[in-house]
């Protein structure tokens, strides 16, 4: 029971991994539990048990391993962390679990895999399972197959993936044991039931029996396709789907059945094993195939035929075997064995599928040319050799070859060509159909419906048929424009018997889903993307329902181009029918006057004609018939302007109004052109033309008047033409023009001697140039170069610019979308193809069999003339055909020469080739681009880099698609060559991030890319690691480590842990490009955005940002559904587009406890780069990825890392709109976001730049809003690269940026800015400099000198050196903040500046006197606020605006006395702390704000100053005492510090200092000044540390403990700690109590001793301080702490015991205490808190305090009847006190002087009855004559100890310390005791003594007569200036305040100089203003910091030597004189 109670304890993870079975047992039952009750999947609690799920399944104790297994059931199912345990959990399953004997934990067993399964982790469980399938042990065989067959059972064959456990089949049907060979059996069936016939084949041989046993199971099958079940967390909707189709009855989705039978169809072929055939030829083939006998011949091809039926092969090298096939197709004369031969080449191509492309381009001409043969065996064979050969590549790859037989003279090959075409069609998309492609096909096809052979007809109509059915008609009718309607009805009636590969039937449903199914390849996902235009409607508000404007697309394009066609063969009519059609819509008197000959007649005429048009309806208009009118005599030859104007006008009216017609068209073009040049009409015949293109199309229109326009010989007619046609691209959009037609005639414009035509032309290009972009240049390189000048600058001016978006043209699309579809087409052919409207030569014919021979001849110098010939070829044809003979062996052959001279000329002709070429280079990839990479493994760095240049050039050609296809490119990885594999790799490193997507077969480079990362060579080593994340950018990361199975255990841990590191840095794969969003801008109908933005911005990505404002509905129409329409087809299915979306509606910073902390530990430890560089380096940019992808949304990162500038836009318009709204998660990443836009500041895009600095702007007034404070490690990594910016040439740039400065001293020290700016002047940027400077000088204007880092003097030095900058601006910069130096130090800065040549000391005297002309140097309080407008226009540092202040303590007690500073005159505070910024700016309270500075000039010049009093010590005494004292100052500024450390060294420090008796002293007069700054550091943690989740709790801990060590040191000792004032003891104690109220400390470590030790250091603050002081604190404090709402009410609790401990200890302090002081802040606090006011609070313990304190101080008051009498006396009177209250009354009522109206006071009143009341209860009546008898005792007992009194006041005479007191005493007991003798005291004293005592008693006599009234008063402490007695002086407090400050400035100044400042302390002015009232430690405040500032300003510099004039003989003259001094300051101050 011992040990059962011992674990019971543990917590539940400890007893999972207990070495007892019932512990386990327990804590699984436990985990169980917990594990349900855990609602959030990523609770850090599962966290804590990944290490342990393994150990809960492979449990030894079989009852512990049975719960373990339903704890991880649960464990897998609910927790997000479960899929980092899937193989090693599995693992345990199949070797522990699958074993056991009891059937439930099998169950749970399979149940654990299956759940995996559902998380997505199908392949490691499979891989498992399959592993499992060798072990010995039958039973987990057998369990192993069971649970794969529950697998594919309920996931399908979608997620099992089936090719691996198809294989393993054929072994486990050999198994001995019955119970495998029975269960695989069931999977076979299972699997049969997916995959059908398709594993048929890897089944046929096992055993018969067996064989029969599955055919038999396999008939019993239903027919209907199997349904997934269950589904993946992915798969939701499936689900959800799935469910829903259940509940219906499952008869809702037939048509979703058979499309997802279908999709999940499995090819056969990729289940077979392939064969290798090469080594199993006849050793003799290629002699026997080359036989004379065709018997030889035909053995040899059997051969051939036997080892091609293998249905795959291995791939290798058949291009010998394919090129002997070829000779027998090609030059055999026996058609049998063309036949076999054709056959061979079937299988081969069946066989090696896609790895069989190389050789197509081979064959396929030579089959094509074959069937010119008749025999229908023959034509069959070939037949199948050419469909099988299609398959292998592409229709693209092929184009050329069968384009060349199109046009052939014998039928036969034309119709083969054609129905091969027809066939091929059939396995094409839309997208593997392009219009490129499609284009040229169509054309030979409309050739061969005409041709006068039947079967070549017929087939032309099936081929265009097929097209047609494939990309729908829409797409193939602009080709069909010139065919009638009977082949056009013939061509449809093809189309709609054409079976398209793939899809159940044809018919009508088919064509209506079209255009959705031409979205992407796979016609499964058709519905899904039919559905996508229904859901993308309703937002647009379409007119009609959503799915019926699709299909009424196809009509709309029917009725869009019949009536063109009719109008275009429209028969031209004659005048005599067009004068009747006119004269029945005209007026007759228009018909006459037409040809008047008086134009006045003729102008009312066409007046009359216009008003007839205008009424016309458009169906009665006929248009030919009023043009004809329009054009008869006179006609275009009209001499009149205004006659001409109005018939060019109504030209338009018709065309605009009217069914215009080409016809029509045709009868006026010739007349406008003629008039497009002249001035008075040239308008108007401009507008008409722009109307009949309206009409008729552009195109059409445009190559019509351009070329009437140049077979004229008017240049300005050219030039308009010309310019009208720019005019009108940008108009209608570039849809359709036909650029070939305009090429010509703009190469003759740009020859015209004309310089307005050569204008035109090239304004006219400018325009093509925005549609067609760069190739457009390629037209016109032969020009001259001057003109080609011209060209390239008109092209520079549109760079960046973006097409318009067209407003016209789009009358005629019958529906807009349809509209914006077609134009899209038209955009993608026209634009989009451009590189095919290049004039290519076919130089084919030029590639001789000479040429070929001499390339591959045996001599180098032959082999060179041949290279030489071919590369003169291809340069002097400069654009080539794709046909180019021989010429690729040939070449191929060159690239291994032995002469690598050759190699290199050869390369270069490649190169020659990819350029000349074009896109069309694709087909020759396989043969000639994949020998170029062997190249790469040679041993020369020349060859090898002359081989990569030619890749590069190849790549940009033909893309990567084809170079990753096949297994090429892992055949020349696999090569063990260390030169070829570095170079591939690299390669492929940086080409792959770019793609969006790769083929397949780049898994098949995986096993060598491993391979590689183990190569003996150091730099393979390299970059394979280089290129594993590239790699695994498209493969995921799950596949490759998959790809480890095969890898030796050693190497695979070592292979696994790089892509573990690899999958870290992995990139993002790059979005969509934004093609089809490029084409709308030309497409849509209204210009939805400004010209100005790039038509490539308009990306798929912009669905994550909201769109503007909707528009109207029309306008919302095509912008809406048909731009994302757009973007969709370009895209896979909507679904996936839909996801993204719901995907982006989350947050998108994502918070991470901590995470800001632990990259800093990272940093500081350098396990991570420090953020620190010139230019940013990838790995920079890596590193920042890899942190930011926990903080971030994924797409969001996506759009940050784009390397599309517009991407970064979008992104930050998503975070602004999120920043607020995510603060907090925004702060925990606030490091990386600063970072990310720091690497944008490197960006050169302007936009990008300024959304950034915009971003920024708001991210810093937030954080300034929240107070939120940036550490060192963001400043850091941040400020540096902002300041770069600041020298940015763009002033919108510096504007911004300087803005952003001006926020970060909100959020940051300025004090720490500082070192940055000067860093930033170290620059070579003279812009960078002289802003930085001129930031420096407002931060010194605004801050002050002690903003200056490290010092000053180092500062300015560098700042000076800048005043003999080469740059003016920098050397104003440099001047002006030296001046703003000056003026707030003065003259100090000549010495801080250091020594400066001649020239640059007169240049800053003189800029120094320019300023003080424009600006006082000492300005006053008032003269602030333009002090804060700096005198630079660039500054940014000013001070924060009153409304942004942060309310305080300090505020709050200027607040509480505002009546005393209203009562006092408005007199300028001249030594006040600006508080507001020393308050605000709480974060770097070492920073200490500058004072006002004023000049003393005046006060000290009517002064005398005495010479220096003699002294005995060392001269140097000065010097140390002020070095001393200005060390503590700066010692004590740093205990405020907003750094911990520095903080607490500065308390260290002070430790040190008072923890050593002998040097506590020196802390004497620096206490206020150190307990201002302890208070402040303690608000600082309590505000900003302890709210910081950043810092560490230790560190704040520790500055704890020093905070309070030193606290404790100081009222350990009672000298120094009575020099604390009330206010600071106030602000001290509200500090003390607060933090023993933070909740937050007891979470710290060890909080709960620190709160005692706050207990203790309370105590000790109650006891040592002085007694009057804190009294009155901590009556304040309650009195405040009752007033404010907002705080604890344990506060106040805490307060008042503070006051009931001082009430106990009265009795022994209460001769210590100023009952004055007392009365009055009692009176104070029940004026706040009346009785009522006080009974009406919650608690009554206030009240009940405030009576005990008035009752204890009445009680007592009777000890203080001579607060200084001699202790006998004062003991005498405490007895009489005691005996008689009422004598206690009178004195107590006597200490309220202070009080003003005391009648009117509730206190006095209280006082009164207290009185009364003790009376009553003494009884005690005296008679008068027992009082006298009293009295009398008490008066011989004063005289018996009179001798022993004066005795004690004359040895404190005689003592130094207590010279003054003992002067005080002794002139108050001569006031009270006039007849007191002193002679005896004096007589044995020296004549110096008793002098100096007669002078101290009239000194004291003086000052008290001086005030008017004297006052018996109490004995004053030294150290306490506020124990000066009340005085009704009739100066007003706010100047007796001031006074007392110039005083106190007056002292000090004569200190720091050296003069006499022992001027006894009665000479002070009795000043009542500084009465203890006040209620907070502002004024001391004041005091100190001034003090603070000159000791370290005198602490810098020499120690000055004043004058020695005589001493003033009177102190009180010296008051008078200081009186009249201040008076004259302030009248002139006001």
Known sequence: MGDDSEWMKLPIDQKCEHKIWKARLNGYEEALKLFQRIEDEKSPEWGKYLGLVKKFVTDSNAVAQLKGLEAALVYIENAHVAGKTTGEVVSGVVGKVFNQPKARAKEFGSDICLMYIEIEKAEVVQDELIKGLDNKNPKIVVACIETLRKALCEFGSKIITLKPVVKVLPKLFESREKAVRDEAKLLAVEIYRWIRDALRAPLQNINSVQLKELEEEWVKLPTTAPKQTRFLRSQQDLKAKFEQQQAAGGDEADGDNDEEAEAVQVDPYELLEAVEILSKLPKDFYEKIEAKKWQERKEALEAVEALTKNPKLENGDY??????????????????????????????????????????????????????????????????????????????????????????????????????????????????????????????????????????????????????????????????????????????????????????????????????????????????????????????????????????????????????????????????????????????????????????????????????????????????????????????????????????????????????????????????????????????????????????????????????????????????????????????????????????????????????????????????????????????????????????????????????????????????????????????????DIMDLLPRTDISDKITYDMVSKISDKNWKVRKEGLDEVAAIISEAKFIQASIGELPMALKGRLNDSNKLLVQQTLNILQQIATAMGPSLKQHVKNLGIPVITVLGDSKANVRAAAMTTLNAWVEQTGMKEWLEGEDLSEELKKENPFLRQELLGWLAEKLPTLRTVPADLMLCVPHLYTCLEDRSGDVRKKAQDALPTFMMHLSYEKMVKATGKLKPASKDQVVGMLEKAR?????????????????????????????????????????????????????????????????????????????????????????????????????????????????????????????????????????????????VKAIGAMIEHMEVEYDAVIGCLDLVLKWFTLRFFDTNTSVLMKALEFLKLLFTMLSRKNYQLSDYEASSFIPYLILKVGESKDVVRKDVRAILTMLCKVYAASKVFPFLMEGTKSKNSKQRSECLEELGCLIENFGMNVCQPTPAKALKEIAVHIGDRDTTVRNAALNTVVAAYNTCGDQVFKLIGNLSEKEMSMLEERIKRSAKKTPVAPTKQER??????????????????????????????????????????????????????????????????????????????????????????????????????????????????????????????????????????????????????????????????????????????????????????????????????????????????????????????????????????????????????????????????????????????????????????????????????????????????????????????????????????????????????????????????????????????????????????????????????????????????????????????????????????????????????????????????????????????????????????????????????????????????????????????????????????????????????????????LSSLRPSVASSTDMLHSKLSQLKESREHFQQEQSHSHSPTRSSSPASNLDDLKKRLERIKSNRQ
């Open 319 to 832: 291009g010998d075997l394919v090129r002997a096939l070829k000779k027998v197709i090609g030059k055999d004369a026996n058609v049998m064995l063309v036949a076999m031969a054709a056959k061979c080449l079937a299988g081969l191509a069946a066989g090696l599928r896609k790895k069989f492309g190389t050789y197509a381009g081979l064959v396929v001409p030579t089959i094509l040319e074959k069937f010119k043969e008749k025999k229908p065996q023959v034509v069959q064979a070939l037949q199948e050799a050419i469909d099988a050969v299609f398959l292998t590549t592409t229709l693209q790859n092929i184009s050329e070859d069968v384009l060349s037989v199109m046009d052939n003279k014998n039928p036969s090959i034309k119709q083969q060509a054609s129905l091969f075409l027809a066939r091929s069609f059939c396995h094409c998309t839309p997208s593997t159909l392009p219009k490129s492609v499609l284009k040229p096909f169509c054309a030979a096809f409309l050739k061969q419906v005409n041709d006068s052979a039947p079967e070549v007809r017929d087939a032309a109509f099936e081929a265009l048929g097929t097209a047609m059915k494939v990309v729908g008609e829409k797409a193939v009718n602009p080709f069909l424009t010139d065919v009638d309607k009977l082949k056009l009805d013939k061509i449809k009636e093809c189309a709609d018997k054409v079976q398209l590969v793939g899809k159940k039937g044809g018919g009508g449903g088919g064509e209506k889903k079209e255009k959705p199914a031409a979205k992407a390849p796979p016609p499964a996902e058709a519905p899904a993307k039919s559905s996508g235009p229904s859901k993308k409607a309703p937002p647009a508000k379409a007119a009609g329902p959503p799915k019926k404007g699709k299909p009424a697309s196809a009509p709309s394009a029917k009725s869009k181009k019949a009536p063109d066609t009719k109008e275009v063969v429209e028969t031209e009519l004659s005048l005599e029918v067009c004068e009747e059609r006119a004269a029945a819509v005209l007026p007759a008197s228009c018909m006459q006057l037409l040809d008047s000959g008086n134009w006045k007649e003729r102008l009312a005429s066409m007046e009359e004609f216009q008003r007839a048009v205008e009424q016309m309806d458009k169906s009665e208009m006929p248009c030919q018939a009023l043009v004809r009118m329009l054009a008869k005599k006179p006609g275009w030859k009209e001499t009149n302007f205004q006659v001409m104007q109005m018939k060019l006008h109504i030209v338009g009216l018709i065309a605009q109004k009217g069914l215009f017609s080409k016809t029509s068209a045709l009868v006026v073009l010739d007349g406008l052109v003629d008039k497009v040049g002249d001035v008075k009409c040239g308008s108007n015949a401009k507008e008409a033309l722009t109307a009949i293109g309206e009409a008729c199309s552009l195109p059409w229109t445009a190559e019509q008047v351009v070329s009437m326009a140049f077979a004229q010989k008017n240049p300005k007619n050219q030039a308009e033409t010309l310019n009208w046609l720019a005019n009108a691209m940008k108009e209608f959009g570039f849809a359709g023009i036909n650029v070939k037609a305009f090429i010509n005639n703009v190469k003759t414009a740009l020859g015209a001697t004309n310089p307005a035509v050569r204008t035109s032309a090239i304004a006219l290009l400018g325009v093509m140039y925005l549609y067609m972009g760069g190739p457009l240049r390629m037209f016109f390189e032969d020009e001259k170069p001057a003109l080609l000048s011209q060209i390239d600058a008109e092209f520079e001016k549109m760079q960046g610019q973006s097409p318009p978006a067209p407003i016209r043209g789009a009358k005629k699309a019958g529906a807009e979308e349809e509209g914006d579809a077609a134009e899209e087409e038209e955009v993608d052919g026209g634009a989009g």
């Open 1064 to 1208: 870290a840095v992995m990139p993002a794969k790059p979005a969509a490009p934004a093609k089809a969003a490029a084409s709308k801008p030309a497409s849509n109908a209204h210009a939805a955005k400004p010209a100005s933005a790039p038509a490539r911005n308009q990306s798929p990505s912009e669905d994550f940002s909201e769109p503007e404002p909707k528009p109207d509905t029309k306008k919302a129409k095509p912008a809406g559904p048909a731009a994302k329409k757009g973007v969709v087809s370009k895209k896979p299915p909507v679904k996936a587009g839909a996801k993204d979306e719901e995907d982006r509606s989350g947050p998108i910073f994502i918070f991470v406890p901590n995470g800001k902390e632990q990259r800093i530990k990272e940093e500081r430890a350098l396990k991570i780069l420090k953020w620190n560089f010139m230019t940013p380096r990838d790995e920079y940019v890596e590193q920042l990825k890899t942190q930011m992808s926990t903080c971030l949304a994924k797409w969001l990162q996506d759009e940050l890392f784009h390397f599309d500038f517009q991407r970064h």
């Open 1425 to 1966: 606020p333009q002090r804060e407008q700096p005198t630079n226009p660039n500054s940014t540092f000013l001070r924060k605006p009153a409304q942004e202040e942060v309310p305080n303590k300090l505020n709050q007690a200027r607040a509480q006395n505002a009546h005393l500073e209203q009562s006092a005159p408005s007199i300028p505070k001249e030594f006040q702390l600006d508080l507001d910024v020393f308050e605000n700016n709480h974060t770097c309270a070492s920073d200490i704000p500058d004072l006002v500075q004023h000049k003393l000039d005046e006060v000290l010049e009517p002064v005398m100053i005495p010479e220096r009093k003699m002294r005995s010590v060392s001269p140097h005494f000065d010097d140390i005492h002020n070095s001393t004292a200005s060390t503590i100052n700066f010692v004590i500024s740093q205990v405020a510090s907003g750094d911990i450390n520095t903080s607490i060294q500065a308390l260290a420090q002070i430790d040190e200092v008072l923890r050593q008796a002998d040097k506590a002293e020196a802390m004497s007069g620096h206490i206020d000044q150190f307990l201002i700054a302890t208070f402040m550091q303690l608000r600082l943690i309590y505000n900003t540390h302890m709210a910081d989740d950043r810092l560490d709790k230790k560190d704040i801990f520790k500055l704890y403990s020093c905070i309070i060590g030193n606290m404790l040191s100081l009222f350990s000792m009672e000298s120094l700690a009575r020099e604390a004032s009330m206010g600071v003891l106030k602000d001290l104690m509200h500090g003390l109590i607060t933090l023993m109220l933070d909740s937050r400390v007891e979470d710290i470590e060890d909080g709960q001793q620190l709160i005692r030790s706050v207990n203790l250091l309370v105590v000790r603050v109650l006891e040592k301080s002085d007694q009057t002081n804190i009294l009155s604190a901590l009556l304040v404090l309650l009195q405040d702490s009752l007033i404010s709402t907002a705080g604890s009410p344990m506060f106040s609790e805490l307060v008042m015991k503070c006051l009931w401990r001082m009430i106990r200890f009265l009795p022994q302090t209460i001769n210590s205490i100023n009952l004055d002081r007392i009365l009055l802040d009692v009176h104070n606090f029940m004026k706040v808190f009346p009785k009522e006011k006080l009974k009406q609070l919650k608690s009554d313990v206030p009240h009940r305090t405030l009576k005990t304190l008035l009752h204890t101080l009445c009680r007592l008051t009777g000890a203080k009847v001579r607060l200084r009498q001699p202790e006998s006396l004062k003991k005498q009177r405490f007895a009489f006190a005691e005996s008689d209250p009422s004598m206690s009354v009178s004195q107590i009522l006597d200490h309220m002087s202070m009080i003003e109206n005391r009648n009117e006071s509730e206190l006095e009143a209280h006082l009164r009855r207290v009185v009364k009341h003790s009376a009553n209860l003494s009884g005690l009546k005296s008679d008068k004559s027992t009082e006298k008898g009293a009295l009398r005792s008490d008066d011989k007992v004063i005289k018996a100890k009179v001798s022993d009194i004066l005795s004690e006041i004359f040895k404190k005479i005689g003592s130094k310390e207590n010279t003054k007191e003992g002067l005080t005493e002794l002139y108050e007991y001569k006031q009270k005791y006039s007849d007191a003798d002193l002679e005896p005291f004096l007589r044995n004293t020296s004549q110096f003594f008793q002098s100096y005592v007669e002078r101290g008693l009239r000194m004291i006599e003086s000052e008290r007569e001086g005030k008017g009234r004297i006052q018996t008063s109490t004995v004053i402490p030294q150290h306490s200036t506020d124990s000066f007695p009340p005085s009704s002086s009739t100066v007003p407090n706010g100047e007796d305040l001031n006074a007392a400050a110039y005083y106190e400035r007056l002292k000090i100044l004569r200190q720091r100089r050296g003069l006499e400042n022992s001027t006894p302390e009665e000479d002070r002015p009795p």
